[in-house]
């Protein structure tokens, strides 16, 4: 950090106090002897996504609760799992601390937690994004999701998020 005034970087820190949205220091410039106050904020970020082809979009949370709700439509989830599944999304995101990233970082993350969420949602949602596009790789996605139920540490490791749809995919 450099003095507004003088351009400098030899700074002291003469106070600190730490309210709950931010960090507020009170400095002094030991080259000119101006003082100022700096903040600190936690900023959340999400990441543009890059698409297949190339282009990027911004990270629209409506657009991804759309996918989420036709996947559940007529299951038994409250609207607020919903709601909370777009948050977890987002707020992964966020965590990954990066100004760009594969969008399909995004469906990986959808398919895993409506995996724990729903079973019906979940091969609704893997039809479409995995595109399962005959009979065979949708009952072996179901056969696959029903051995991970009767075997749970198996469900344990392939819950692990961007597992099985990267593979799918890259193919
Ligand atoms: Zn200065």
């Known amino acids: 950090m450099q003095c507004p005034y003088c351009g400098g970087e030899r700074l002291k820190v ?12 009170r400095r002094e410039c030991l080259t000119c002897g101006a003082r ?6 936690a ?14 979009e911004a990270f629209d949370r409506e657009k991804l609760k ?4 036709y996947a559940c439509a007529k299951r038994p989830i409250p609207a607020a799992a919903i709601e909370q599944l777009a948050t977890n999304v987002e707020r992964y995101l966020q965590s990954l601390g990066q100004a760009e990233v594969s969008s399909r970082i995004v469906g990986d993350k959808v398919i895993s937690e409506l995996k724990d ?39 344990v490791v392939d819950s692990q998020p961007a597992d099985l749809p990267l593979v799918a995919l890259d193919q």
């Open 117 to 155: 969420l729903d079973p019906i949602a979940y091969v609704r949602y893997a039809i479409v994004y995995l595109k399962l596009d005959n009979l065979h790789s949708v009952r072996a996605e179901i056969d696959k999701l029903l051995a991970e139920q009767e075997s749970p540490s198996i469900a």
């Open 66 to 69: 759309r996918g989420i709700w």
């Open 14 to 25: 003469l106070d600190t106090a730490d309210s709950r949205e931010s960090i507020r220091r």
């Open 43 to 56: 900023v959340a970020v999400t990441p543009v996504l890059i698409k297949a082809d190339g282009t990027r």
């Open 36 to 41: 100022f106050t700096t903040y600190e904020r």
